[in-house]
Every structure is written in C-alpha cells, then in structure tokens.
C-alpha cells in the first residue's frame, strides 16, 4: 500500500469520497453530519492523502489546518471490503507523521458517537486520541464525539 497527496482531480477517488458521503447521511442525521464533499476537500488549509493498493483506491484522510498549530482529522475512510486489515492504521500513522512534520502541535476530530463508530473511536484511542470538548466551530452534539491528540 501507497500513501500520497491527492489533488482530488481522478474519477475513482471522487467516487470514493461520494460512497463516503451517502454512507455518513445514511447513518447521521443531517444536522449532525460533518463530512465534507469533494469541493471542499479542495481547499487550500486542506492537505488530502488516498491509499492505494496497486491502482485500488483502499483508503483515505485529510487533515483541515484550524490555526498554525491546530488542525483537524477529515475524511477518514477505509473501503469497506478493507476494513480491518491496517488500512485506517497506517493511514493515521502517516498522518500523524506528516503532522508532525507541518509543524503542528495538536491534531483534532470529531466522528460519530453511535455503535456503527465504535471501531473508529477505539482507533482513535489506540493512537492517543483522547474525549475533548467541541473544538472549532463545532457545538455539542448527542451524535458526535470529539477527540483530541497532541502531537
């Protein structure tokens, strides 16, 4: 497996992100949902990363810079026929490295709190991530939990 920046431009990766979306509106209420679509992974304070598996897109991250040492976990996504093989793993591990890396000191998210999330949280929490407070412009939500790590 590849890990590398994606400019978002390919046809396999916005289908990708598009699985990702309708999945996210089908387990959360609208409301509550905070999973951005493509056009907005495009944005500048965004660094987009896919995992590839030959020419297989496997999996997925972003991370959102809120402030010059802040930034947030986004789009975390492994392919479900992958799931619980290290995909998500080594994503979060290179991420956090390129963190690092960007000169950031703390590196937060928010995902959902329900049973459907459970494995998210536990990997979360097997890398450091610990429960915070809503960051950024989120506000407390029954459906969302927040994490939060320093780098």
């Known amino acids: 497996m590849k890990i590398v920046v994606d400019d978002l ?16 509106r089908s387990l959360t ?26 020419d297989s897109q496997v999996g997925c991250a972003a991370i959102k810079r809120l402030d010059a040492g802040h930034a947030e976990l ?7 026929t992958r799931q619980r093989s290290g995909v998500a793993s080594q994503l979060l591990e ?5 963190a690092k890396s960007m000169g950031l000191t703390r590196l937060s998210l928010e995902t959902g709190s329900t049973e459907f999330f459970l494995p998210a949280r536990r990997l979360y929490e097997k890398f450091g991530f610990q429960l915070c407070e809503p960051f950024a ?8 939990t927040f994490m939060t790590k320093i780098l």
Do not use: C, V
């Not at 209420?29 to 495009?42: G, T």
């Open 29 to 54: 209420p609208l409301e509550s949902k905070h999973a951005l679509d493509i056009d907005s992974l495009r944005k500048p304070e965004i660094t987009f990363w896919s995992a590839l598996d030959g």
């Open 9 to 24: 431009s390919g046809p396999e990766i916005a289908e990708f992100l598009a699985e990702h979306i309708e999945q996210m």
């Open 94 to 98: 290179h991420i956090l490295s390129e």
């Open 137 to 144: 412009d989120y506000q407390p939500d029954p459906n969302s």
């Open 74 to 80: 986004k789009s975390m996504r492994t392919r479900p």
